[in-house]
């Protein structure tokens, strides 16, 4: 049996962590224990997780002593330990008034006592401390996704031109390919010729499927690529509630989502609203912090949303009447900007709601927020996993990147990886070289 000691940051980021570790000995520091007192009285997403866990324990108390070990049906245990300075014996340069020391004292002592520990925590630093103690340390991988190996939501395939020719004529074409639900694929010949097609793989036909909204101009936005025109579809298409959009600044990621999203709710009035929310770093931050009314805290976070819609308004050239034209979007409530920190405890029935800078949640978080989507709601979450300003997030563990892994192959599913910078030449050479 081995002793899995964690740290905070594991328990917050996932509140099941507790049981994800089988049949062997989860070891909780008295330390966690008052930092979770501390964390859970915040209103954000690091406060309910606090309450969970601590939640767990109290009915984990009922069925025995927590400070002797608690049996699980798995198999495992978990307990709840005190510190022991006198059997620690941490390094002078460990100062044992900090916390993370304090943490660090317990996986040592039960390391010298003979038991198999590793110590689990998502702060890199902390985990630098634990080998300089040689503890063995690992990042908390459960919901970890090799980003190498990413679901791109489309591809490009070369087949014979009779198959080409075939997809024109019946409005569809078996392929011997393994494909997702919703994987967008574009045909070549190849012979070379400049016969092509753009496809999705439909699941209930088992074959490629014409994209049906190949020439859409949403809000009067035209694709510039392949990569935009397959996202399109996804974000138009009725029968596909969620998508999301992963690429590199100024691929199109937001803009195509806020132009789609107006064109099902203004123009073709499929949705009640456009619901748009960013979260506020780090995670659940009061925007209290900020001066004015709530509109106009949010608008320091919506910066970037009012820059595309501004945009969009005016197809980039902006007259008198632009910010007049944005200010009745929101009057008449076609368009609503929240804080992440609200969505929690709503319900949002018929409406095309976008998460902006997704890759700064936890899978946990995403998970909250996929709960939310009522009757009839589509949810378009776009982000970058290369640029993450949460601390205890890498481009393999954000919500984000775990969303797509978990629901490739849904068929209420689509998902696209952008690799082309639209924005400017200065944008897409920045991308490439810094």
């Known amino acids: 049996m081995k002793t899995f000691v964690l740290d905070t940051n594991v328990i917050l980021h996932d509140p099941d962590s507790l049981f994800s570790f089988k049949d062997n000995k989860v070891v909780i520091p008295m330390t966690v224990i008052e930092e979770l007192d501390a964390f859970k009285k915040l209103n954000d997403e690091r406060g309910r997780s606090a309450r969970l866990v601590i939640r767990s324990f109290d009915e984990l108390r009922m069925v025995g002593k927590l400070s002797e070990g608690v049996k699980l049906k798995s198999g495992g245990i978990i307990k709840i330990e005190m510190s022991d300075n006198s059997t620690a014996d941490l390094p002078k340069d460990f100062s044992g008034q900090k916390s993370d020391n304090q943490i660090l004292s317990i996986a040592l002592t039960l390391k010298k006592k003979g038991e198999r520990v590793i110590f689990i925590t998502k702060d890199v630093n902390l985990r630098i401390k ?36 075939q997809f024109y004529k019946e409005g569809k074409v078996s392929i011997k390919h393994e494909f997702y639900a919703n994987e967008c694929i574009a045909l070549k010949d190849e012979a070379g010729s400049s016969k092509s097609a753009l496809t999705k793989f439909s699941k209930k036909e088992n074959a490629l499927a014409p994209i049906f909204h190949q020439n859409a101009v949403p809000w009067g936005l035209k694709p510039l690529n392949i990569e935009q025109k397959f996202a399109v579809e996804l974000l138009l298409c009725n029968e596909i509630k969620l998508v999301t959009l992963i690429g590199l600044p100024g691929a199109g990621k937001t803009i195509l989502a806020l ?41 320091a976070w919506m910066g970037a949303i009012n820059d595309n819609l501004e945009f969009l308004m005016d197809k980039g050239h902006p007259d008198s009447k632009t910010e007049e034209k944005i200010d009745y979007l929101f009057s008449s409530g076609q368009i609503e900007v929240d804080s992440l920190t609200y969505i929690r405890g709503r319900s949002l029935p018929q409406q095309y709601i976008i998460i902006d800078d997704a890759q700064n949640l936890t899978p946990h978080e995403v998970k909250t927020i996929i709960s939310r989507a009522g009757h009839n709601t589509k949810i378009v979450l776009t982000g970058d996993p290369y640029q993450i300003d949460n601390p205890y997030l890498d481009a393999s563990s954000n919500g984000l990147t775990y969303l797509v892994e978990r629901f490739k192959g849904q068929e209420i599913f689509g998902h696209i990886t952008f690799s082309k910078s639209e924005r400017s030449a200065l944008a897409a050479l920045s991308s490439e070289l810094l």
């Open 130 to 165: 634990a080998e300089i103690l040689d503890i063995p340390t690992q990042d908390y991988e459960k919901s970890k996704v090799k980003i190498d190996e990413l679901y791109s939501g489309w591809r490009e395939l070369k087949v014979p031109a009779s198959k080409i020719d």
């Open 259 to 299: 132009a789609c999203g107006l064109q099902k709710t203004v123009e073709e009035r499929f949705f009640r609203k456009v619901y748009i929310a960013r979260p506020i770093i780090p995670m659940g931050r009061d925007i209290g912090f900020l001066p004015g009314s709530k509109e106009e805290k949010l608008g």
